[in-house]
Nanobody, 121 residues
Framework: HVQLVESGGGLVEPGGSLRLSCTTS????????LAWFRQAPGKEREMVAR????????VYADSVKGRFAISRDGTRKTVYLQMSSLKPEDTATYYC???????????????WGQGTQVTVS
C-alpha cells in the first residue's frame, strides 16, 4: 500500500535551515506528482512546493520562493524540501503528498504522510 513518511522537522532559530525528507513506497515513484504542503494552527493547509511535470519543473508558494527548494531522488524514492532563511511564520506541520496529477489544491491529493513539525523560534 502507499506510504509516505516525513522526517527532518524540528526547532530552529530564525535564519536557520532544515531539510525535510519524505520517503515513499507502494507506488511508481516516477509516475506521481509529489508536493509539500504545510498547515499552521488555525490556518488552512497550503501548498509550499511541488513538481509541475515529469521533467522536474517546480512551483513554489510566493512566501517561500528563493528560500525553499524541492528535489527528489528516484533511486531512494524520496522527495526533499530544503528550507533556508527560515522565519517564524514558517512554523507549521509539513506534509508531503502524492497524486497522479499536478495541483496546488490539497483536496486533489489522495496520498499523505503523517506530517513533521517545524518550529522557527
Amino acid at each position: 500500500h502507499v506510504q509516505l513518511v516525513e522526517s527532518g522537522g524540528g526547532l530552529v532559530e530564525p535564519g536557520g535551515s532544515l531539510r525535510l525528507s519524505c520517503t515513499t513506497s507502494g507506488f511508481a515513484f516516477g509516475n506521481f506528482a509529489l508536493a509539500w504542503f504545510r498547515q499552521a494552527p488555525g490556518k488552512e493547509r497550503e501548498m509550499v512546493a511541488r513538481f509541475n511535470d515529469g521533467y522536474g519543473s517546480t512551483v513554489y508558494a510566493d512566501s517561500v520562493k528563493g528560500r525553499f527548494a524541492i528535489s527528489r531522488d528516484g533511486t531512494r524514492k524520496t522527495v526533499y524540501l530544503q528550507m533556508s532563511s527560515l522565519k517564524p511564520e514558517d512554523t507549521a506541520t509539513y506534509y508531503c503528498a502524492a497524486d497522479l496529477g499536478c495541483s496546488n489544491a490539497p483536496d486533489k491529493y489522495p496520498y499523505w504522510g503523517q506530517g513533521t513539525q517545524v518550529t522557527v523560534s
